[in-house]
Structures are given as structure tokens and as C-alpha cells.
């Protein structure tokens, strides 16, 4: 069978970009010929697809497309909609995958009540499909397939500190108070360093993760935390609230680690002071963290579920 996923971009580490690598490494994993489409590659991050066998086709290459593929995964409004008016291609299964709440790129296409279905990204995003459903005539039906964990997170055998030495912040639009914050740890003697394409673009990765005590970030980055058994502290343009505990994952997760269900902002100050009092207790918790965290998001079980809710719908 054939996939064609769409994405407006494949020029640098975002979510969207990993979820589409990932996404079409699992559809090859159960037999898939999978092929992208995006406005903007870059060379360096087309590197990625191509190792994995998957091409890559922009704006240009329109007459490399098949005439028809099995699968369409439309992502991204603007590319999947001018996909979808190629005259010449057609589907025999579309799904829609929405990432987030923006209008501008992550709006249903006008195509959607052609669809077979839609893939949200959390229980907020879907609550948001759901309730423009009955004005907009919305019909397919909506299964939610979250961030996740895989094995070589689950598997990584991290050791933590009872204190916090080394810290980072992973995010492409950290909150000026938390840049702040970092500048204050730094004046502790603690490491702090933030990543992101503001500032330095790293590729995250068990062993990257494994030199903090701490993480400051939102969305897939929380899972790829707490399965490791490092404290997450879910905050960003957002806000958020901290560190991420048994209490408060469940909620959190609904609202994909975003920080924004609280919209709790604090000052450079306030973050410096919870980061550092607040360590050792969000420390002890982590390794029943850890096991909900793979519980609930490991990646084979989450895949399976949306492969089932494909099989199910398609062909409608």
C-alpha cells in the first residue's frame, strides 16, 4: 500500500516535522511505501526522511506523485488542500491530522466531510473539532493519537541527582521569564542551557536529556522526560504549571503538556525559586512518573490504536 503525508515545512526540529518522521517510519513499519510532501525542505533536515527511505517531494515536483495512493494523511490546511486539487491524484483513504489549535495552519481543510477521519493531537484539540462540529457540519469522526515515548527513551537507564545542578530548557518560543530564570541559576553555579531554533537547534535524544537533572519545555518533549524518569517542568509562551507530578498528569495530558489549561504565568523570580524548592519532591516522585508515563504513551500501543481507527473508517 501507498501514504502520502503532507506538512507545510521539513526545515527544522518542530513538532510537526518529528511527528511526520515518525509517523511515516510506523505506516513502513507495517508495510507502507511512504512518501512526504511539504512546501519548504531543507537539505540538512530531508537527511532524516532519506535515511529512512522516505521521499521527500516540494513544490516543483508535482509530476513525481502517483496517480493514486492507498493512504493520505493531510496535515497542514494550505499543503493539503493544494494536494487534494491535483486533478490527477486520488485517495482511496483520506485522514486528517490536526497538531493544534491555530486557524491559520492547523484549520480542518475544505475537503474534511470527504474524509474518512480525523487524527487529533490531545482531548483539547478534539473537544475544539467537536464543538464547531454541529455549525461547521463536521461529520467524521475524531480518535486522538497524543505525543508518546519510544523504547530508546523507556529503555535508557538515567541515574538523577537529589539536587538540581544542570538544567535546560528545550523550546523554539521559550517565555522571556524563563530566560530570565536561567540567567539566575546560572548565577547559582547551575547549568542551564536552552535550545531551540532561537538558539542552538539540538536533536533530542536520550543521551541529551540524560546530562540534566531537570527539563523546562512543553509538548512532546514531556513524554520523552518522564519516561526517562527526569523531572519535566511543563512551562513556556503559555505559562504552565510546573513540575509535572501523579497529581496533575492526567490533566495535562489532555492539554498535551501546552501549559496552557492554568495559563499560571510567574516571574523570573517565582520560576528560579519553584525550579530550585520544588526539585527534590518533583526528584522523588519520578518513577511513578515514569511508570504512567509508559503506561499511557509508549508509542507501539499508541500507533496501533490510530492503525485500528484507520482500518475501521476508511474507505467510507
Do not use: W
Not at 511512504?34 to 530531508?46: G, H, K, M
Not at 484539540?125 to 523504547?151: D, L, M, R, W
Not at 536561567?182 to 536533536?203: E, H, I, M, T, W
Request: with cysteine.
Amino acid at each position: 500500500p501507498t501514504a502520502l503525508l503532507t506538512n507545510l515545512n521539513i526545515n527544522s526540529r518542530t513538532g510537526s516535522e518529528l511527528h511526520t518522521l515518525e509517523f511515516a517510519k510506523q505506516l513502513q513499519n507495517r508495510g507502507y511505501v511512504v512518501t512526504a510532501f511539504a512546501y519548504a525542505p531543507l537539505t540538512l533536515y530531508l537527511k532524516n526522511f532519506e535515511k529512512e527511505g522516505i521521499e521527500v517531494l516540494t513544490l516543483g515536483d508535482e509530476t513525481k506523485l502517483e496517480n493514486q495512493y492507498d493512504l493520505l494523511i493531510a496535515q497542514h490546511r494550505v499543503v493539503s488542500e493544494y494536494i487534494y486539487s491535483l486533478q490527477r491524484i486520488t485517495f482511496s483513504s483520506i485522514f486528517i491530522s490536526v497538531l493544534g489549535l491555530s486557524d491559520e495552519h492547523e484549520g480542518l481543510p475544505f475537503f474534511t466531510n470527504l474524509s474518512d477521519g480525523i487524527i487529533a493531537v490531545s482531548h483539547e484539540v478534539k473537544g475544539h473539532i467537536e464543538n464547531s462540529a454541529q455549525a461547521h457540519n463536521i461529520q467524521p469522526p475524531v480518535h486522538v493519537f497524543p505525543n508518546y515515548c519510544t523504547k530508546s527513551f523507556c529503555d535508557y537507564n538515567y541515574q538523577g541527582n537529589n539536587e538540581l545542578k544542570s538544567i535546560c530548557c528545550i523550546s523554539n518560543h521559550p517565555a522571556p521569564e524563563c530566560l530570565e530564570a536561567f540567567d539566575l541559576l546560572k548565577k547559582r553555579r547551575n547549568k542551564a542551557d536552552v535550545f531551540g531554533y532561537q538558539s542552538q537547534s539540538v536533536k533530542v535524544t536520550p543521551e541529551l536529556l540524560s546530562q540534566y537533572d531537570a527539563v523546562v519545555s512543553i509538548g512532546r518533549t514531556a513524554q520523552e522526560c518522564m519516561s526517562m524518569g527526569i523531572p519535566f517542568y511543563c512551562y513556556d509562551h503559555f505559562g504552565g504549571p510546573g513540575y509535572i507530578t501523579p497529581n496533575n498528569i492526567e490533566h495535562n495530558a489532555l492539554f498535551n503538556f501546552s501549559g496552557r489549561p492554568e495559563k499560571r504565568k510567574s516571574s523570573a523570580q517565582q520560576l528560579y525559586s519553584d525550579l530550585v524548592n520544588s526539585y527534590a519532591e518533583a526528584q522523588r516522585m519520578q518513577s511513578q512518573i515514569k511508570d504512567l508515563c509508559i503506561n499511557r504513551f509508549q508509542l507501539e500501543n499508541l500507533f496501533e490504536q490510530v492503525m485500528s481507527f484507520i482500518n475501521a473508517n476508511k474507505n467510507k
